[in-house]
């Protein structure tokens, strides 16, 4: 998290939505959010599938985790998820009662898989036409692809005829994919954390890391309040306010000193300087960074 919004902020395009989403997905259970966050849902969810027998979709929390991976950006495992659903197998049988949700899921996986995304330095425009390669021509595509989700929202003889809470399940997504402020709120009571990651994902893909993200940070806390973990809370906040005194700081007080190297370097990269040597300020109880005469100490404001 820390060369994400540190060492290269989207590349040089200073947006790094699709690398906080990466971020979050590899390290949502480290975080330990309790038991609302996603995975811990899930870990649930799949324990009830066996109750459920041939159908999946009527699991508990089966289309809540299904609205909460699609606001996170876990695209693939929503689309793992949805892809359980029975209505395929009866499709497939021929029974044409299932028909209606059959192309209400497949207009969602559509969508779900043409998501746009920016590319990565580096990464180029090998996505397909929703892999954008300029944060202007993202949100071209953004734009046409939100365009799309609402013509599917609004078509209400495709959600009448489709019973059950398929149909709602599948308009909750929608709606978040949309940019549904409530919807989103609703499928994150994981935190601010998640609220944070979904709101960039699905409402603000385009603000930059240094800046930007710290304002809605703060939104995000105000509207779910403090996680359970202070220590948590003042590291990741420091992080994506990218204060590096505030980040050093913390972890200077929580983690080992081989992490405290890692960070040392990482943050004199972010700085343009080269990589000096460390030694433990007694009075700030931080990381001292320096190289030659002069050098950069947490709380002088300078990096």
């Not at 995304?117 to 046409?144: C, H, I, K």
């Amino acid at each position: 998290l820390v060369g994400v919004y540190f060492v290269d902020p989207g590349g040089g395009t200073g947006v790094v939505t699709e690398q906080l989403v990466d971020w979050f997905q590899r390290n949502a259970a480290s975080l330990q959010l309790g038991p609302d966050a996603l995975n811990s849902r899930l870990r649930a969810l799949i324990a009830a599938f066996p109750e459920a027998g041939p159908t999946p979709e009527d699991a508990p929390g089966f289309w809540e985790c299904f609205a909460s991976m699609v606001a996170l950006g876990w695209t693939d495992a929503a689309v793992d998820l949805v892809m359980l659903h029975s209505c395929w197998a009866e499709w497939r049988m021929g029974r044409a009662a299932v028909k209606p949700q059959a192309e209400l899921l497949e207009a969602a996986v559509v969508l779900l898989r043409s998501t746009p995304r920016l590319a990565a330095q580096g990464e180029g425009g090998g996505g397909g036409n929703s892999m954008a390669t300029s944060v202007p021509q993202f949100l071209a595509f953004r734009e046409a692809w939100l365009r799309q989700v609402r013509e599917v929202l609004s078509d209400g003889p495709l959600f009448d005829n489709c019973y059950g809470p398929t149909g709602e399940g599948v308009k909750t997504a929608l709606a978040v994919m949309a940019g549904d402020e409530t919807a989103i709120n609703r499928a994150t009571p994981g935190g601010w954390i998640e609220l944070m990651v979904a709101s960039v994902r699905h409402r603000y893909p385009q603000l930059k890391a240094h800046g930007e993200h710290a304002s809605l940070l703060q939104r995000c806390v105000g509207v779910k309040g403090s996680g359970d973990s202070p220590d948590l809370d003042r590291l990741l906040s420091a992080i994506m306010e990218v204060n590096a005194p505030q980040t050093v700081a913390v972890c200077s007080h929580h983690l080992d000193a081989w992490f405290l190297a890692h960070i040392a370097e990482l943050l004199v990269a972010a700085a343009g300087e080269g990589v000096g040597s460390r030694a433990a300020d007694p009075t700030a109880g931080a990381l001292v960074i320096t190289r030659g005469v002069g050098g950069y100490r947490p709380g002088s404001g300078a990096v």
